[in-house]
């Protein structure tokens, strides 16, 4: 098991992490794909450019509160920092995967705000590595690390689409 980090520490990698990981994979990339140039969607904009900007913050929200529970938990999501205990509280009571979900949810509220067909693939690549690491990495990582609880978890709270209720240990 990790070795618990202090409230202050926790709450700086975790920070130092949103950054480098989702700051890169959902800000810098998208923005160096698409300048963040606006695309005109002329009468649909009344439609659509809601909608995006519903994506982007729901995305972002979800991205801010999963990463908070770690810090909350004494560790950080990066695999260097993790926590102690199995993090299974808030968003995690409904998908195994929410930063992963809320990453993708913010390229693709980019790609309609930008009507940029380039994030589209962009997401679909961030998706299937995302995938890899998941299955090849992160499940066998947190199965060692807390066996039958994890192994328990896995069995209720499905990976990729949300539990309409929340699970309950």
Sequence with gaps: ??????PARAWIGTIVFLLLAP????????????GWRW????????????????AIAIGVAFLLHAFALFALHRGTPAPVAPTEALVV????RFVRNP???????????????????????YALI???AVVAFVKGYEEPTLTRTYGEEYLNYRR???????RLTPWRA
């Design 156 to 162: 209720n709270v499905p990976g990729w689409l949300p």
């Design 23 to 34: 700051g890169v994979v959902a800000g810098f990339i998208p923005w160096l794909i698409s």
């Design 99 to 121: 930063m992963y979900l809320a990453v993708l949810t913010i390229i693709l509220g980019q790609a309609l705000l930008f009507g940029n067909a380039w994030l589209v693939l």
């Design 1 to 6: 098991m990790a070795q618990k980090a202090s």
């Design 39 to 54: 695309y005109d969607w002329g009468g649909g904009a009344r439609v659509v450019v809601p909608i995006a900007w519903i």
């Design 126 to 128: 961030a998706v299937a």
């Design 89 to 92: 509280t808030g968003v995690y």
